[in-house]
């Protein structure tokens, strides 16, 4: 399950394409001012092209997720032996949730756990996959599920999916 892990962020794009929006003083030939409803109209332009992008790779983290979860083909659906802690924001703003998975079988476990933090109504803000390695029989193992970026407000963590393997 080890691989490379490919992260994007809307965050760098949203300020270059603001940058860009708002930086176009020159009108289309270059010469003569633009108007500031121009400039109005790029910005929310390229916000609505951003907020596109934010939803395609938060859908894209989702698929993501549910593969490296389904590569496990001896795996237990075991969701209701995963709690969850309270959400946390660390330093660099990113959503923590400490995952305590309980190894109810009669040898050692590992689990792969898929953490969804949302927002206050629910809707998705990210998603990400944990794994908590070589639980002992009858124990419980502990892992930190931390967001892939900045995430403000009030999060709140669920378990999406949980397997025992």
């Given at each position: ?8 962020t ?5 300020v ?19 108007e ?8 929310a ?34 969701r ?5 802690g309270?959400p ?42 944990v ?5 002992p ?6 892992a930190?599920a ?20």
């Amino acid at each position: 399950m080890a691989g490379p892990r490919i992260r994007r962020t809307a965050g760098g794009a949203a300020v270059l394409a603001l940058a860009l929006a708002l930086s176009g003083c020159a009108g289309d030939d270059g010469d003569s001012p633009a108007e500031p409803s121009d400039a109005a109209s790029r910005a929310a332009s390229a916000a609505a092209s951003l907020a596109s992008e934010a939803s395609e790779v938060l859908a894209s983290a989702t698929a993501e997720a549910g593969r490296r979860i389904e590569e496990i083909t001896e795996g237990i659906d075991v969701r209701d032996d995963v709690r969850l802690g309270t959400p946390r924001t660390d330093g660099a703003g990113r959503a923590t949730v400490e995952v305590t998975a309980r190894n109810t079988a009669a040898s050692a476990r590992s689990f792969v756990v898929q953490i969804d933090f949302t927002d206050r109504d629910g809707n998705l803000r990210d998603t990400v996959v944990v794994t908590v390695s070589g639980v002992p029989a009858g124990q419980s193992g502990r892992a930190t599920a931390r967001s892939t970026h900045a995430l403000s407000g009030d999060v709140r963590a669920e378990v999406a999916r949980a397997v025992r393997y």
